[in-house]
Nanobody, 124 residues
């Protein structure tokens, strides 16, 4: 079992930055693929970024490539999402998730554990 708790969301103006954190507990997360997802009102949950902890291999959705960076601190069991050059269309609830198995990138059904989410609101 893995428990995930996100933090770091909030209101920000367009062009600004935020860093989301996801505290991981309950299991060694070095064997997991960790991901960040976002969900705007009325829309499906979408993948933003993934990282295979043990390999350090990362992947990003096209809309955030070059603006967002996923990283982790193994000593702190914490996953991060650095969000720069934020746009109003980035406004969403952001979720941290963990998957044991590989498969299709950003496939929601592949992820076994989810946090409660943290809201990011970008104003123009």
């Amino acid at each position: 079992q893995v428990q995930l708790v996100e933090s770091g969301g909030g209101p920000v103006q367009a062009g600004g930055s935020l860093r989301l954190s996801c505290a991981v507990s309950g299991d060694s997360y070095s064997r997991y693929c960790m991901g960040w997802f976002c969900q705007a009102p009325g829309k499906e949950r979408e993948g933003v970024a993934e990282i295979w902890i043990g390999l350090g291999r990362t992947s990003y959705a096209d809309p955030v490539t070059g603006r967002f960076t996923i990283s982790e601190d193994n000593a702190k069991n914490t996953l991060y999402l650095q969000m720069n050059s934020l746009k109003p269309e980035d406004t969403a609830m952001y979720y941290c998730a963990a998957a044991v198995r590989g498969g299709k990138r950003f496939a929601v059904e592949r992820f076994d554990y989810w946090g409660q989410g943290t809201q990011v609101t970008v104003s123009s």
